[in-house]
């Protein structure tokens, strides 16, 4: 990804990074095992969630527990919708699908819903740190008159 780097507690930062993994589980090559890619859209999930969080001056946890995560934003005052709530469903590919054994091999479906999950969450951060600047432009500019 080429473009311009924030500082790391800046949420377009946060969103950079959650777009790479999500352009990373979208990248299906034949050595590549789908379970890694689901793991990339549950890391775009997690760092799309934490860049709302980091907008709302909201400190979080080092975790990949999307409901947790979800549950701090909800705590924060940001409605989350049913559709991004579904996002939690993530969180399996966090640790369990990343190594051999512990699950069953995800399947080109659970692929595809992990994809529309991620992309969903992200689209929502985007659009909740996209109302969070304006606002605080607006303050801003009501402080100066």
């Not at 989350?80 to 699950?103: D, H």
């Not at 399947?107 to 605080?136: F, G, P, Q, V, Y």
Request: with cysteine; hydrophobic share 40%.
């Amino acid at each position: 990804m080429t473009g311009h780097r924030w500082p790391p507690d800046d949420p377009r930062e946060w969103l950079n990074r959650a777009r790479s993994n999500l352009a990373r589980a979208k990248a299906e090559l034949p050595e590549v095992y789908l379970e890694d890619l689901c793991f990339d859209a549950q890391q775009a999930a997690e760092k799309a969630i934490k860049a709302v969080l980091i907008s709302q001056n909201k400190r979080f946890p080092h975790v990949h527990d999307l409901a947790q995560l979800l549950s701090l934003a909800e705590e924060s005052g940001l409605g989350v919708p049913e559709e991004i709530k579904k996002t939690v469903g993530l969180t399996r590919y966090a640790v369990v699908a990343r190594y051999p054994a512990i699950s069953e091999p995800v399947t080109a479906d659970e692929h595809r819903e992990a994809l529309e999950l991620a992309s969903n969450i992200l689209a929502w951060a985007e659009a909740m740190i996209k109302k969070e600047e304006s606002i605080k432009n607006i303050q801003g500019k009501l402080r100066k008159e």
